[in-house]
C-alpha cells in the first residue's frame, strides 16, 4: 500500500513564480486535507476536501488554491509564490465511518517548499 | 477556542530511560485525543487516539497515554526509550466525528534521544 503520495518532494521557486503540489491516496478515503508545517507552530490547515466535488477554506488559505481532481487525488496551487510561503506542506486523509468516529489521517511524506 | 498546549519544545533523554511528554488541552464538549510521531524527513504516523472508556491507552511502538480530565491532560509515556524513537510528537485535539478540519495540533515535541 502506497497509502498517500505527495509529488515533489523538494522544489525551490523564485518569488512571483507558481507550482502545483500534487497528492493522490489509494485508501478510498472521502476526506483530504493539505497542512503546512512551519518551526513552533505546528500545523495548520490550508484547505480540505471533505468530499469528492467539495473543497473549503482551512485556518490559512490565503495565497492558495485547491482541487479535487477525483476522489484520489487533491491538489494546491501557488499563483504567485512569496517567501511567506517557504514551508513542509503536508498532505492528509481520512475517513468518517457511519456510526463511528474519525478514523486515523494517513500523511505524505511533505514537500519541502522554498521561495526565494 | 480550542488549544493545545506542549509546554516542551525539546527533550533529551538517554537510551533505556523513561519517557513522559506532557500535553494539555482546552476544549468545551467531550474532546477526541491523538497522538501523532513525525520521524525524520517523514510524515504524520498515528500512535494513539482516546475518546473515552479507560484512560490509560495503549498504543503502538510500546507508547501508552493517560487521560486526566480534571487536569486537562494527555500525557504520552514510554517505559524505556530507544534510539528510533527520536522524533518530533505532536497532540491533537478535536471532535469525535466530523473530520480533522476541526482538528487542531500543537506544536510538538521534539525528542533527542543519547547512548
Known amino acids: 500500500n502506497a497509502g498517500v503520495t505527495q509529488t515533489p518532494k523538494f522544489q525551490v521557486l523564485k518569488t512571483g513564480q507558481s507550482m502545483t503540489l500534487q497528492c493522490a491516496q489509494d485508501m478510498n478515503h472521502n476526506s483530504m486535507y493539505w497542512y503546512r508545517q512551519d518551526p513552533g507552530m505546528g500545523l495548520r490547515l490550508i484547505y480540505y476536501s471533505a468530499s469528492e466535488g467539495t473543497t473549503d477554506k482551512g485556518e490559512v488559505p490565503n495565497g492558495y488554491n485547491v482541487s479535487r481532481l477525483n476522489k484520489r487525488e487533491f491538489s494546491l496551487r501557488l499563483e504567485s509564490a512569496a517567501p511567506s510561503q517557504t514551508s513542509v506542506y503536508f498532505c492528509a486523509s481520512s475517513d468518517i465511518l457511519r456510526g463511528s468516529g474519525n478514523t486515523e489521517a494517513f500523511f505524505g511524506q511533505g514537500t519541502r517548499l522554498t521561495v526565494v | 477556542a480550542q488549544s493545545v498546549t506542549q509546554p516542551d519544545i525539546h527533550i533529551t533523554v538517554s537510551e533505556g530511560a523513561s519517557l513522559e511528554l506532557r500535553c494539555n488541552y482546552s476544549y468545551g464538549a467531550t474532546p477526541y485525543l491523538f497522538w501523532y510521531v513525525q520521524s525524520p524527513g517523514q510524515g504524520l504516523q498515528l500512535l494513539l487516539k482516546y475518546f473515552s472508556g479507560d484512560t490509560l491507552v495503549q498504543g503502538i511502538k510500546g507508547f501508552e497515554a493517560e487521560f486526566k480530565r480534571s487536569q486537562s491532560s494527555f500525557n504520552l509515556r514510554k517505559p524505556s526509550v530507544h534510539w528510533s524513537d527520536a522524533a518530533e510528537y505532536f497532540c491533537?485535539?478535536?471532535?469525535?466525528?466530523?473530520?480533522?478540519?476541526?482538528?487542531?495540533f500543537g506544536t510538538g515535541t521534539k525528542l533527542q534521544v543519547i547512548p
Open positions: 491533537a485535539v478535536g471532535p469525535y466525528s466530523g473530520g480533522y478540519q476541526k482538528v487542531t
